[in-house]
């Protein structure tokens, strides 16, 4: 079974810049559309990111379009999120998750998607 490993979060300062990364072992990501996704106290998880297995198409939520960039590095079997500009409101624990079937219109829907990470936690505070 493919098993994701989130790392990269912690405390930033508004206006500050993070990476974070979706690590895979035993299987190849290269082979999976891989999304980011978010969770933040008493609210439902969003869909932030998307990239696909393919084409390397990739998706953003409106909130984050123009600062954050999600990108492959297939050697290292990796997914990244660069995200710049970090808001508070950007503060939530962060999820990465992966499918290998997916209608790239539900990208931002948590129910597309088969495996998960358990999460890194993103904090925007002065």
């Known amino acids: 079974q493919l098993q994701l490993v989130e790392s990269g979060g912690g405390l930033v300062q508004p206006g500050g810049s993070l990476r974070l990364s979706c690590a895979a072992s035993?299987?190849?990501?290269?082979?999976?559309?891989i999304g980011w996704f978010r969770q933040a106290p008493g609210k439902e998880r969003e869909g932030v990111s998307y990239?696909?297995?393919?084409?390397?198409?990739?998706n953003y939520a409106g909130s984050v379009k123009g600062r954050f960039t999600i990108s492959r590095d297939n050697a290292k079997n990796t997914v990244y999120l660069q995200m710049n500009s970090l808001k508070p409101e950007d503060t939530a624990i962060y999820y990465c998750?992966?499918?290998?079937?997916?209608?790239?219109?539900?990208?931002?829907?948590?129910?597309?998607?088969?495996?998960w990470g358990q999460g890194t936690q993103v904090t925007v505070s002065s």
């Open positions: 998750a992966a499918t290998d079937s997916i209608i790239r219109s539900y990208w931002s829907r948590p129910d597309s998607y088969r495996y």
């Open positions: 990239i696909s297995r393919s084409d390397g198409l990739t």
């Open positions: 035993r299987f190849t990501l290269d082979y999976y559309a």
